[in-house]
Each structure stands twice: as C-alpha cells, then as structure tokens.
C-alpha cells in the first residue's frame, strides 16, 4: 500500500510562486509513477504533470513553462513547483501513484490508484 501527504498548499497572488511536496511512504518512490492533478469547484479533476518512476515528465498544456514537477529519490518526496500563478490555478492539488517502471507517466487520472488527500491552492488577482 502506498501512502501519500501532500503539504505546501496556501494563498499567494497572481505571479507568486508556491512549490507543493507529496511525501511517499510504504513505497519507495523509485518504483511509482507518480503524478499532480486538481480540481476545481463544478470541474473535473485534470492531469497538472506527471513524472515516472525514472525522472520523465510531462504536464498539461495550461501549466507548461510554469509548472515544474520533480522529485528526490532518496527523500521519498515529489515536489511541484508552481510559477507565475495565476487565479485559473486555484484549485484543490492532489498528489497520485502508482505502481510502475521505466518512462511509463500518464495525466489520466484513472491509471492512479493511490491518492492523497489533496490541498487547496488560491490564487488571488
């Protein structure tokens, strides 16, 4: 079972930057696809960027040159750092894994099968 806490979520105005973490445990990190998504109030919940278990990524076309995903191997954690924000960013930010090697990632949520929590994310004009 993989346990996931995402942290770093707050209020920031438009063009500040925020960086969210997802700390893994019950797996190492090394052997997960793991992946950022949100969800907006009345919205589906959208891939935001994603990133295998060998340090490929991709991201949503709304966030490219914006967003960074990335993680630490050796701490556990994912991290993404959010740039230029904007208040179409506001959202609730969920962290997800799953289990999978090589270059496989994907902004489906449906090919996650763990989830954290979730923290909210505001942005402000």
């Known amino acids: 079972q993989v346990q996931l806490v995402e942290s770093g979520g707050g209020s920031v105005q438009a063009g500040g930057s925020l960086r969210l973490s997802c700390a893994a445990s019950?797996?190492?990190?090394?052997?997960?696809?793991m992946g950022w998504f949100r969800q907006a109030p009345g919205k589906e919940r959208e891939g935001v960027a994603v990133?295998?278990?060998?340090?490929?990524?991709s991201s949503a076309d709304s966030v490219k040159g914006r967003f960074t995903v990335s993680k630490d191997n050796v701490k556990n954690i994912m991290y993404l750092q959010m740039n230029n924000l904007k208040p179409e960013d506001t959202a609730i930010y969920y962290c997800?894994?799953?289990?999978?090697?090589?270059?496989?990632?994907?902004?489906?949520?449906?090919?996650?099968?763990?989830w954290g929590q979730g923290t909210q994310v505001t942005v402000s004009s």
């Open positions: 997800a894994a799953n289990l999978g090697y090589g270059g496989y990632r994907s902004l489906s949520s449906s090919e996650y099968n763990y």
């Open positions: 019950g797996y190492t990190i090394m052997s997960l696809y």
């Open positions: 990133i295998s278990s060998t340090g490929s990524t």
